[in-house]
Nanobody, 127 residues
Framework: EVQLQAFGGGLVQAGGSLRLSCAAS????????IGWIRQAPGKEREGVSC????????YSADPVKGRMTISSDNTKNTVYLQMDGLKPEDTAVYFC????????????????????WGQGTLVTVSS
């Protein structure tokens, strides 16, 4: 069974930075997508950033491009989300997710079939 443990959320002022971490364990396989999605109060979940395990290709949603960067440390089975220039609209619960890599279906797209979910970590950005 795959387990994802996400941490690193917190309260930060607008313009500040946070780094989220997600430690993965279990039989994930070799060709998969891993990333972050978020859900703000009263809003639908949206993809934030994700990467393809085999190629290292990364994908980011337009609202976070240039501000948030996903990376991974394969030796630690950990994926990170470096968040800079945070805005109040970034306030949300952030979930680490893993799913099968699907050719011609970007993992950042709405409705991507994520299979495994972490417990979520709250990011609050004050104005």
């Amino acid at each position: 069974e795959v387990q994802l443990q996400a941490f690193g959320g917190g309260l930060v002022q607008a313009g500040g930075s946070l780094r989220l971490s997600c430690a993965a364990s279990g039989a994930i396989g070799e060709d998969f997508a891993i990333g972050w999605i978020r859900q703000a109060p009263g809003k639908e979940r949206e993809g934030v950033s994700c990467l393809h395990s085999s190629t290292g290709s990364t994908y980011s949603a337009d609202p976070v491009k240039g501000r948030m960067t996903i990376s991974s440390d394969n030796t630690k089975n950990t994926v990170y989300l470096q968040m800079d220039g945070l805005k109040p609209e970034d306030t949300a619960v952030y979930f680490c997710v893993v799913g099968p890599w699907i050719m011609y279906y970007d993992c950042i797209e709405y409705g991507f079939p994520w299979v495994y979910w972490g417990q979520g970590t709250l990011v609050t950005v004050s104005s």
